[in-house]
């Protein structure tokens, strides 16, 4: 989440409580350090470029300001999510890394919605991404940014508004947005292989009793 | 004067594979970034365009050939070849030589203002 009077960033791991037979619990705990050790240990260059354009453009078009509704008087709605005039909204890009992985940006005069679609290998990969985002994005008013329903097509939306870039440093909310992109493959790469190692146990304790 | 959008793209085209054909992709580039088909509503000419100049873009397999061919564009042909490569990012062929293509068009233009034409500029639009 973002504490909003810094504008830090706190990163999430899933964290296994208690194992019995086959109930296993799970909480997120905060670990700042631990998932900067994660991230530098692994090698994200590859994501490199990819994040980079992604980073210009979010600062391209991250500048808001606050713009009142022109249908309904004294309402203020962020108009990217409104899409009924053409003239305050910018053009849409979308930028592809492969068939998996790409991101939407849509930007507006007092809005922008980056959606994301994350990169899954296989079956497991898609239950565990579509579970773990959909866990965050419940959880959207911690986040503050986050949209409480992803962009059909996509796996999960950030809504950004004038206030969050009024209230928040705009560099900073750029940062936020990037390295969720980062830490989401490897959170998820860690879940696969708990999950693998967890089935692991289970089945040499099921069948070591036929032994 | 409305323009012949489709006699421009076609000649275009032609123009590009020409260059191509003879590996000279300086020469295909300057003639992609040519005469732009703002306005046009065609869609089917406007996407035939953009995949003809992504096919030049994603022509340069070095990124040193890149950086060559980039230092001799106008501030013109960078805003043009910025709203291509983001039209070529779109697509789901994109090739991360695009995304070196983004990083090098940026830093030539020295700032983000190309980047936000792209996404401010409704009128001139190429996709």
Redesign the interface.
């Known amino acids: 989440g973002i504490n909003a009077e810094y504008g830090t960033i706190t990163c999430f791991t899933l964290a296994r409580l208690s194992e019995e037979k086959q109930h296993f619990t799970y909480t997120l705990t905060p670990t700042h350090s631990e998932a900067l050790l994660m991230a530098a240990a692994k090698p994200g260059n590859e994501k490199k470029?990819?994040l980079?354009?992604i980073r210009?453009?979010l600062?391209?078009?991250m500048?808001l300001q606050n713009f009142a509704s022109q249908e309904v008087e004294r309402h203020n709605k962020p108009e990217v999510e409104w899409q009924n005039h053409?003239e305050l909204l910018?053009?849409p890009?979308?930028?592809?890394?492969?068939?998996g992985e790409k991101t939407l940006i849509e930007?507006s005069i007092n809005s922008i919605r980056v959606s994301v679609c994350i990169k899954k290998a296989d079956e497991l990969d898609t239950i565990l991404a579509k579970r773990f985002l959909r866990f965050l994005s419940q959880r959207a008013e911690n986040f503050i940014v986050l949209r409480r329903k992803p962009v059909k097509g996509y796996d999960i939306s950030f809504l950004v508004t004038n206030t969050h870039t009024e209230t928040m440093y705009k560099h900073k909310l750029v940062d936020f947005i990037i390295q969720f992109m980062t830490d989401i493959d490897s959170e998820i790469s860690d879940m696969k292989l708990a999950v693998s190692g967890r089935a692991r146990t289970v089945v040499t304790t099921y069948l070591g009793a036929f032994k | 004067m409305s323009r012949n959008y489709a006699a421009e793209i076609g000649a275009r085209g032609k123009e590009i594979t020409a260059a191509l054909n003879t590996s000279n992709t300086q020469a295909a580039l300057k003639a992609a970034l040519r005469d732009p088909p703002y306005g046009c509503t065609d869609e089917k000419l406007k996407a035939d365009n953009i995949a003809t100049v992504s096919g030049v873009l994603r022509s340069f397999k070095k990124e040193a050939d890149v950086d060559k061919v980039i230092d001799g564009l106008t501030v013109e042909e960078i805003d043009v070849l910025m709203k291509y490569i983001y039209a070529s990012l779109a697509r789901e062929d994109s090739d991360k030589i695009l995304l070196y293509w983004h990083a090098t068009t940026l830093k030539k233009a020295g700032g983000l203002g190309c980047v936000i034409r792209v996404l401010a500029d409704k009128l001139n639009t190429v996709v």
């Open positions: 470029p990819y980079d354009v210009s453009t600062e391209a078009a500048c053409k910018l053009n890009v979308t930028i592809v890394r492969n068939s930007g």
